[in-house]
Structure formats: structure tokens, C-alpha cells
């Protein structure tokens, strides 16, 4: 079968990536579980401070939907349980110590798992805390637990039930700077298996992508009835709406999900040892990193340990890719879904008459820059902005980047109107949120939070 072939996107090189070589930082001290990425969690504290927990149990979950829970990565002593503005809870931290032991939630041989059936395998997912990894598209949040009916809001209304449709494994990391999941992959060829076998009873369909000319991982470990496709190495060819859009588009009430290959191989350690796994591959990258390359680190490592953080040394930390991710303070943790950390500089100096200049050492798809016209270019990020954000100029090249067929310029217009209506009917809900229109808009437009902010209003709205 042919490679699937995005349309806009881009294969970005960049400078200051993480190396395929990997470190051990397993020994630490403390560890954090931070709810960052579950916008507008409300967080029910189940443990208090200086209470002991056990590997597995569970520290809080989402008041709104309790099958969200977050559980503790290690075993330990709570140190403390940290808020941020209005009570929002910024993370809880654990004095790390493994002979507390850790919740046995049962195994499953490889051969059994096939056969536990879907209400089994989610409701194991929900106790070990795993089901916040299912990440739903096009709707924000986490995906709906098959079968669960939905509560009435409080004025009596029953909201439309939504349908897990499908779920979406990444087996590429095309945004920069973000781990290779092929290193998680290595030599856990079977755990990565098991956790298919459970992932395949959550939804109907089961679609594994995998970077076109590599192999492809499931028929490596043996697991069939995975339907599995190469898909042409440029970003944002990783996130789920791009493979959605694709391979087989939603109906009106289903959602899809995406999981990485880590998340399966946590679903797939809790199956076959039935405890949760204290080991992630993350990776260092950016600028100002200390080392540029990848880490065998416990799930929850701080900032501190990862990456040499401190308080006062005036860096930009961001979770995730230099795309999507999240900036964090550096006192923070990595969060259970983040695959990468980028360091840069803080690059606060801005050029006079900057648009007079031929941007030689600008990075720039757009023919504006004398870089737009070099093949091959390699990349230097920085977080400077280069300008103020300005009117749209109607150039187009928002259009020309979007991989679902967007276009972004008239999509933010009507979100910024609160139109719902010409919202959808311009496609919004197949936004993916890469953030690619913002990067190539001359004009700065924050094109990609305008529709973010869109999509949270329809939510809202029903
Ligand atoms: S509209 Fe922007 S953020 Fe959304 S998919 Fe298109 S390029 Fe990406
Ligand atoms: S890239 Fe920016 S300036 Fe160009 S059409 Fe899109 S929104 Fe307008």
C-alpha cells in the first residue's frame, strides 16, 4: 500500500535536536504529577500532604469526569500539593521511595488479553489511571468511555452522546525536537504488543502510522487486526486530526483518539506485570539544553532533574514540541503525556527596521526572507515573535501550510466574530491544532489559539 502523502506540512530541520543516544536519570529524588494539557481540569484530591502512597494509587481525579483519574508514578511520601491562581492545581509531589510498594491491579498473559473484552480492559485503564491518555478529536478533553451514558447538565439537558470510533497510534515524531518513539520501542517489541491487543477492544477500528521506509511495528510484534499505515515523514503527519482527516472521516458523534507509543506501552505493562510502569523515554532539546538527547527517565521527573533547572536562570522551558508544546516553569514536572523537553534562550532583543533586513539568519518559509529561497534550510528557533502581531494581508500561505484543507485566514475571522455557524461550516472541527498556519502568517496572527479558543465556544455553546 502506498504511503500517505499530507497535503501543506513541512520536513523541518532544525538545529539543537536531541541525539538518538540515550542517558538514564531513573535515580531521583522527587517526582511530580502535573494535570497540564486537561484544560479547565477541576482537581478532587483523593491524598493529603505528607500522606504515603503506593506506585499506582490514586492522587486525583477530574471532578468533572471522574473516569480521569492521575495516579502516582512512583511510590513515596506526598511533599506537597501545589495550586496556582483560583485553586488550579499545578501538581502533586511525591518524596520518591519504592519500598511503599505499588498497587497490584492484576495481570494478564499476552494470550488472555485478547479475549478480557472492552468493559474489562477500560475499566482497568480508568483504575490505573491510563484513560486520561485518550486524548479525543475533534472534541477537547479525554475520549468518552464506551458505553457510558452521559449526565444530565444541571439545568436537566442530556448531552449529545459522542462514539469512540476509532483510536489513532503514532509510532512518528515529526513535530522538531520531540522523542523518536522507535527508541521507546526497542527491545519492548512485546509490552508494545500487549498493549495493542488491549488498545484494539477500546473502538471499532485501530489504526497503527508509522513513518513511511520503516518498519512497521505491530506485524514486527505479531498483532493482527490492526489496520496499519505509512504515512510521508513531514509534521504534522504525527497528530491524530491529520490521520483522521486521511484515513476515514467522523461522523457527527464519534470522536477518535490518539495514543503514542509510550501510552501503549504503559497499557501494555499494566496488562502483563499489573502495575504501572516507572520508566519513559523523553527527550532534551533546544538552544540553551544542557544535553541534546534523549533520557530513560522516571514518569513525573522534574525539570530540575531532567534538565538542570533552576528558578533564576532565565530560560524558556517548553513541554512538548517547539509546535505544541506548553511552556513550563522551571520548578515544574513533566506531565504524564509529554514526550520532549525544548530549552531556549530568552531572546527578549528586538531588531530595528527588521523587516529591511534579508533575513539570512531568519528561518522562514516565506519568500519574503531570503532564507524562504534556500533548499534543504536548517533551522535556528528562537522565541523571539520578530514583530507585533498586524492586520491580515490576504497572502494566502496559511492555506498553502494547513494539512486538513483549512483555510485559517476566513476560520479565525469567524471565530474571533464567535460564528459558530460559519465556523463549522468552515471546517473548524478539523482543525489539529499543529500550529503551523501560525508559524508561516507574516502578519503574527495567533491563527491556531484564535480556533482554539473557537472550538472551546462551540463546546461551551452545545
Ligand atoms: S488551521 Fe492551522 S492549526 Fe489548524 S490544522 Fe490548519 S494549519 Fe494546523
Ligand atoms: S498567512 Fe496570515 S496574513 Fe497570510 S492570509 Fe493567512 S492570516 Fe492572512
Not at 490505573?128 to 485518550?134: D, I, K, N, S, T
Not at 539570512?360 to 532564507?371: A, E, G, P, V
Not at 514583530?387 to 469567524?414: H, S, T, Y
Request: net charge neutral; aromatic share 6%.
Amino acid at each position: 500500500m502506498e504511503a500517505i502523502r499530507i497535503k501543506g506540512g513541512h520536513r523541518f530541520r532544525l538545529k539543537h535536536g536531541p541525539q538518538s543516544e540515550v542517558e538514564e536519570r531513573l535515580d531521583v529524588e522527587t517526582v511530580g504529577v502535573s494535570p497540564r494539557g486537561h484544560h479547565g481540569l477541576k482537581a478532587k484530591m483523593h491524598v493529603k500532604e505528607g500522606e504515603e502512597v503506593k506506585a499506582g494509587q490514586v492522587l486525583f481525579h477530574d471532578k468533572k469526569n471522574p473516569d480521569v483519574k492521575f495516579t502516582a508514578p512512583s511510590a513515596g511520601t506526598v511533599k506537597e500539593i501545589e495550586y496556582g491562581p483560583r485553586r488550579v492545581l499545578i501538581s502533586v509531589k511525591i518524596a520518591v521511595d519504592d519500598g511503599k510498594g505499588t498497587v497490584d491491579f492484576g495481570k494478564v498473559d499476552r494470550a488472555a488479553i485478547a479475549s478480557l473484552g472492552q468493559e474489562k480492559v477500560v475499566q482497568k485503564l480508568i483504575d490505573a489511571g491510563l484513560w486520561e491518555r485518550l486524548m479525543a478529536f475533534p472534541s477537547p478533553g479525554v475520549a468518552p468511555v464506551p458505553g457510558k451514558k452521559a449526565e444530565p447538565d444541571e439545568h436537566g439537558n442530556v448531552p449529545e452522546l459522542k462514539v469512540l470510533h476509532a483510536v489513532y497510534v503514532s509510532a512518528l515524531a515529526t513535530e522538531p525536537h520531540q522523542a523518536d518513539p522507535l527508541i521507546s520501542l526497542e527491545g519492548n517489541e512485546d509490552t508494545f504488543a500487549a498493549g495493542l491487543e488491549a488498545v484494539k477492544q477500546l473502538a471499532p477500528k485501530t489504526w497503527l502510522f508509522f513513518e513511511k521506509g520503516k518498519k512497521v511495528p505491530a506485524k514486527a510484534s505479531g498483532v493482527t487486526g490492526v489496520q496499519t499505515r505509512a504515512i510521508a515523514n513531514k509534521y504534522p503527519a504525527c497528530e491524530t486530526g491529520v490521520q483522521v482527516f486521511y484515513t476515514e472521516r467522523l461522523q457527527k458523534n464519534q470522536v477518535a483518539a490518539g495514543l503514542s507509543v509510550e501510552d501503549v506501552l504503559d497499557i501494555g505493562h499494566l496488562f502483563l506485570t499489573g502495575g504501572v510502569r516507572n520508566e519513559r523515554i523523553i527527550s532534551v532539546a533546544g538552544n540553551a539544553a544542557p544535553a541534546k538527547k534523549h533520557f530513560k527517565v522516571r514518569p513525573g521527573i522534574s525539570l530540575a532533574d531532567l534538565a538542570g533547572a533552576n528558578a533564576d536562570d532565565g530560560l524558556r522551558y517548553i513541554a512538548g514540541g517547539v509546535f505544541t508544546g506548553e511552556k513550563v516553569e522551571p520548578t515544574g514536572f513533566m506531565a504524564p503525556r509529554d514526550r520532549g523537553l525544548v530549552v531556549m534562550k530568552e531572546d527578549r532583543e528586538r531588531t530595528p527596521f527588521h523587516f529591511q533586513r534579508p533575513g539570512l539568519n531568519q528561518f522562514s518559509l516565506l519568500r519574503m526572507w531570503l532564507s524562504g529561497f534556500m533548499k534543504d534550510k536548517v533551522g535556528d528557533p528562537t522565541t523571539s515573535n520578530n514583530g507585533e502581531e498586524r492586520a491580515c494581508v490576504q497572502c494566502g500561505a496559511c492555506i498553502d501550510m494547513c494539512p486538513v484543507d483549512l483555510m485559517p485566514n476566513l476560520v479565525f475571522k469567524a471565530a474571533l466574530a464567535e460564528d459558530i455557524e460559519k465556523m463549522e461550516a468552515l471546517g473548524i472541527h478539523d482543525c489539529t491544532d499543529c500550529g503551523l498556519c501560525t508559524f508561516i502568517c507574516p502578519s503574527k496572527i495567533e491563527l491556531d489559539q484564535h480556533l482554539q479558543t473557537g472550538k472551546l465556544l462551540i463546546v461551551k455553546e452545545g
